[in-house]
């Protein structure tokens, strides 16, 4: 006689079980918009298959002021996350060996703005930790002098960090980013108490548990179809990998959420000094540049910092440490990382021959790192030193359509993930 199926032979339905990770999210803590808390949702169950993952997504909680519900929702994320290990001041030698194993915990960060910032002294460590744990096989390397050798801690473990104010870059680079906000009169949510809430999480936290284990071989080899690139891809993988193996509607609000909340870090980051600086001298070029003798446009080399240190909003009329501003000696300092360097031109009256940039060699660095919708249009021509000769007409300018035109979409440039 046919014996019946064990309940362990049964099909699991995935996408269920997400559904109620979700339904309990929501029932404790209103999130931002439906695609962050599918994000959380999704971060919550990669965090039970953290053996599958090449990569370990950092899960950033981050709010503008106080009772804004980030530390509800990292109580609901330690309920139901994979063997949590929630921390406010512990030390780096602790966590360190905590984590140190191939199954590590999930580490999670409260009141992570402390940890960062200039008045933030002694983490350092801390600080690396989280910044190599992104990737497998970045251990952190100390010399125990017990045994005189070099001891190998391992770093991999994916980390939920909630505070107040963005994170550093490093950190959010390779996380997904929930910007929580104070709830508006009318939204309510359900009191959570962990004594009387926290048994039925951590049942489903079991049950996240049994299904992904199960299925450790299948995400290990997953390679989901992915729509962003390089290290947001990264981070988005192994919640992408998650989402197609549960099915049904998951697949789609898994891409649908990676796209939104990328495009929105992507956004509302805050550009590098050199990025800055880059889009700064296409807007000058725009609007100040001029042409050599040759038709040639390009700007003196006073002629840019003065229009640099002249806007308010930029950081160049205080710029360095001296606080005096951007100086020549700098300003080729920065361009010479993308390969731009001032030359000798011969311009014509007023400037005559002085030190100055041609607007080709930014072309290249501009199509890279701060594409735009719009070529910068060719500067009105500088009178000539020479006469023009007759065939030629007086102050014309060269077109700029053997340059390169920029982009025309921003949301996803392709960059390295250095």
């Not at 981050?62 to 139901?80: F, M, Q, W, Y």
């Not at 910032?117 to 952190?140: I, T, V």
């Not at 729509?227 to 989402?243: I, N, Q, S």
């Amino acid at each position: 006689m046919n014996q019946p199926a064990s309940i362990a032979d049964q099909p699991v339905d995935g996408a269920a079980i997400l559904d109620q990770v979700h339904a309990c999210l929501t029932k404790y803590v209103i999130l931002p918009s439906a695609e962050a808390a599918d994000a959380v949702t999704l971060w919550i169950a990669a965090s039970h298959a953290q053996p599958a993952w090449a990569h370990a997504p950092r899960l950033v909680i981050r709010a503008p002021e106080k009772r804004c519900g980030k530390s509800r929702l990292l109580d609901v994320v330690e309920a139901t996350c994979y063997a949590p290990l929630i921390t406010v001041n512990a030390s780096p030698a602790a966590v360190y060996r905590a984590i140190g194993s191939d199954d590590p915990p999930t580490l999670l960060v409260d009141e992570a703005d402390t940890i960062f910032g200039a008045a933030a002294e002694g983490n350092e460590d801390l600080r690396g930790l989280l910044n190599a744990g992104h990737q497998r096989n970045r251990p952190a390397i100390r010399w125990d002098n017990n045994t005189r050798s070099l001891e190998k801690i391992p770093t991999f473990a994916m980390a939920a960090l909630a505070g107040i104010g963005a994170m550093p870059d490093t950190i959010e680079d390779r996380a997904v980013v929930i910007r929580m906000r104070r709830r508006a009169p009318g939204e309510q949510v359900a009191p959570y108490r962990h004594r009387r809430d926290g048994p039925a999480l951590r049942t489903l936290a079991r049950t996240l548990t049994t299904w992904l284990r199960a299925n450790l071989p299948t995400l290990e080899a997953a390679e989901p179809p992915m729509p962003v690139e390089d290290r947001a891809a990264d981070t988005w993988e192994p919640l992408v990998a998650v989402a197609d193996l549960a099915g049904g509607p998951w697949p789609d609000r898994a891409r649908r959420a990676c796209e939104t909340l990328t495009a929105l870090r992507d956004g509302a980051a805050v550009p590098s000094d050199r990025i800055r600086l880059l889009a700064d001298c296409r807007a000058i070029f725009r609007t100040a540049g001029v042409t050599d003798t040759q038709n040639r446009p390009g700007i003196p080399s006073s002629i840019l910092l003065d229009h640099l240190r002249a806007d308010a909003e930029a950081p160049w009329a205080e710029y360095g440490k001296s606080g005096t501003g951007l100086t020549a000696m700098k300003l080729g300092q920065l361009l010479a990382e993308y390969e731009i360097r001032s030359t000798n031109i011969r311009f014509g009256p007023p400037h005559g021959q002085v030190k100055g940039y041609y607007q080709a060699d930014f072309t290249d660095a501009w199509q890279r790192y701060c594409p735009g919708p719009e070529a910068v249009p060719p500067p009105e021509a500088s009178q000539p030193s020479q006469p023009s000769p007759p065939s030629s007409a007086p102050g014309r300018v060269i077109p700029l359509g053997r340059l390169k035109p920029s982009h025309t979409t921003t949301a996803h440039p392709t960059t390295g993930t250095a």
